[in-house]
């Protein structure tokens, strides 16, 4: 739990969020008071790196073992090859995963974070799969690349200030069959659903970052860390997805499949 990076137990990247995102103290004070948000740019780096390590575990223990397979087809088309984008994919843990599983897919993982992304790629090289592992600088609405057979959001669309102009700059760069596979942190869809140390912790995440990273950018839905399933999927359908289901669950995310 407070030693091996690689087990899928690993809690120290929790700790490291919150003593990071207490480090701008004046600008959170500011923020609360005149609701302006907070870009996820001006948090300290501590931060970013905390974020990385906290998910990553998750990924690790569930991504290619329990999260794609749930997925239907998803699995067979990765290991014959096709393209796959990584929208706000950070430091690019969940990527280079992904890339290490399926060495006949491209990968290109995207995020609107410079630095994130210069980490990303020191990590791609650092893993061996750069021939196959991208990472570019781009946001969730703008992009670029086209026709993916499969496009991936891992804990990144409550952050979102419009998570539904992302979702339909996403179905536009889906190629015809392709899926798009949204992981958000676990929640009910009301408030009394999720009062359990999880639900705490997430809520506690949410006010100091991912419901201010929202509220700095256009529109500012404020999803925040306890969106639920029925608002994803209000946001998911509403920009033109026919297809939106529950694929599968661990005790710390959601898994949802999308398509046209």
Known sequence: MFADEESPAFVVGGFQIAISAGRIIDRLLKAFRTGEGIGWHEHDFGVFHGCARFFRPSYIGNLVQKWIPSLDGVEARLESGIRVADVGCGFGYSTILMAQAFPNSRFVGFDYHEDSIKAARQRARKSGVSDRCSFEVGG??????????FITVFDALHDMGDPAG??????SKLAPGGTWMIVEPYAGDRVEENLNPIGRAYYAGSTLM???????????????????????????????????????????????????
């Not at 500012?220 to 289901?245: D, I, K, N, T």
């Open 210 to 260: 991912c419901t201010p990273c929202s509220l700095s950018q256009e529109v500012g839905l404020a999803l925040g860390a306890q969106a639920g399933e029925a608002r994803v999927r209000a946001v998911v359908m509403g920009a033109g997805f026919s297809h939106f289901r529950r694929a599968m669950q661990s005790p710390v995310n959601l898994v949802f499949e999308a398509r046209r």
């Open 140 to 149: 969730a609405k703008d992009f670029a690349g086209e026709a993916f057979d």
């Open 166 to 171: 992302a979702s339909r700059h996403i179905l």
